[in-house]
């Protein structure tokens, strides 16, 4: 009969028993101290094996509560993971979320981190330098990428932002087994839950929101370096990494509500900085320190009424970083809307307001109604145009156009009416109306009428004589004629008569013709050259 049996190094002898069915494991020395293997000849016990020690007589197994213990015997290289049944396969293989042992032994216990017992996980990994007793802190780099800015709130000061953010840091109190180069080392959240993760705050928010290792949170390790292997004691091979070698990353995607104070005085060539402020919660402000390494945008930077210039992560202060870091975005608005919905109507406005000055003298009622329509007109766009930005205490760019506006037809109204009383004529009557009635400038009419306000309590400060007694002119009746034609050659009759020759008149006239066109060139290019030189101005 043969005996299949394997001798060790020194004293151990391994030999299947057909009696017993199984492999007995004899020390040499003593043969009443034994172990006994229940696996077949064929197998030749390797792969995961387990090995009853209840008759062994040895110090290592005298302690253990359990008679039974693992043991795994291979014929694999250095870089191989034995299967339990004894299969070799490639480490990198081990744990890459497919099969690769034929018995799928490598895809079970596959853990990744390993935490010490005195671990405390609301401690950040900070270490203490004890040549100067001074503490070093732990080193956080905080990268974002913003994904889309969603909306822009200017009423209520505030925007909102879609962005990721990404942590990574080094935790010297941890090991982490069988770490892959090609793959994701993604941590489990039972994982998670017993591990440090930096708590950041954004400080802008309306509740001060922090990050949080969630569901929602990926958070991953590194291969940064090389590994040990596992001491033979271990019942399989592990490849086991230093945490202070091998870095964390935590990544999420957050969709908050930001902070920004909006500065309009230059509205609409108005650019604007808004915030993401973020520092450390005070229980780790002593031992943690964040970098800022990286910013990158994702999404667009032209929006609906902005275009993203620029975008930097730095430190809020750089003479104490300690402060914290802050995410700067640089928007410039997008000003052809406002050209289109207000400049532009105004300056037709205008332009119209303008065009009353080379109406016909006799036209005065059509002037004074074009340019009071064309006040009321631009007084509603004032209106909504304010009603649409925050209330602020200063003057708003907008503000001064707006206002530069309605001037022009409120001094033209002012201007024309004056024109018009130095239009002398002594027969001269107006209409009230439908009816002509004669303004008396004579004593006895003042008298008169002084008379009836204090004796008969009646307001009435001139004598009407209406038409139906015939006591009027031709004229009179003429300028408020049903017949149009009839009227308006009365009218003109009338402005044909009056005298021309008042310097007040010609300047007025000039004033209207040549002063006021001349003043809102001015105004403008002086208004659009200070907004215009804003607007270009680099604020990165």
Known sequence: LQCVC??????????????????????????????VIRNTEQSLLLGRNTVDVANLKDKCTASLLDSYITVKFTSCGENEFTCDDGQCINMETRCDQ???????????????????????????????????????????????????????MEVDLEFVLKFQIKLEWFDYRLEFWNLKETSINALTEDEVSKLWLPTLIFTNTEHNDVTAGDSKAEITVFRDSGFRKSSSSAAEEINIFEGRENRIQFERVYTKIFRCEYELSMYPFDTQICYVKISVMNLD????????????????????????????????????????????????????????????????????????????????????????????????LFISVSGSLPKTAYVKMIDIWLIFAQSIPFFEVLLHTFLDTLRVDKDRDINHHGKPITVENNDATASKTSSNIFNKKKVSVINVQESLDGRHSKRSDQLISRDEKEMVGARKTFYDNVDKKSKLLRYGEMTALRGIPLFIIIFTLVYWQQGLSHYFNNFE
Not at 99 to 119: I, M
Not at 294 to 299: C, H, P, S, W, Y
Not at 310 to 319: E, G, I, S, V
Not at 327 to 343: A, F, G, H, P, S
Request: net charge positive.
């Open 98 to 152: 497919f099969p690769n042992c034929l018995d799928g032994s490598d895809e079970q216990n596959c853990k990744l981190l390993r935490v010490r017992d005195n671990y405390n996980k609301k401690i950040a990994p900070f270490q203490l330098d004890r040549k100067i007793n001074k503490i070093i802190k732990a080193q956080v780099n905080v990268s974002l990428s913003i994904i889309d800015i969603l909306k822009l």
């Open 285 to 380: 402000k002593f031992g943690v320190m964040m970098n800022p390494v990286k910013i990158q945008l994702d999404g667009s930077s032209v929006l609906t009424q902005y275009i993203l210039t620029n975008w930097t992560l730095d430190y809020q202060n750089k003479t104490y970083p300690d402060k914290g870091i802050q995410l700067k975005m640089v928007l410039k608005r997008r000003i052809i809307n406002e050209l289109m919905t207000t400049y532009l109507p105004t300056i037709l406005i205008l332009v119209i307001v303008y065009a009353t000055n080379f109406f016909k003298d006799f036209f005065f009622e059509a002037v004074v109604s074009v340019n009071l329509t064309s006040l009321l007109v631009l007084t509603t």
């Open 6 to 35: 394997v001798s060790g190094d020194q004293f151990s002898v391994l030999r299947f028993d057909e009696v017993e069915h199984g492999w007995m494991w004899i020390n040499r020395r003593n043969n009443s101290s034994f172990a």
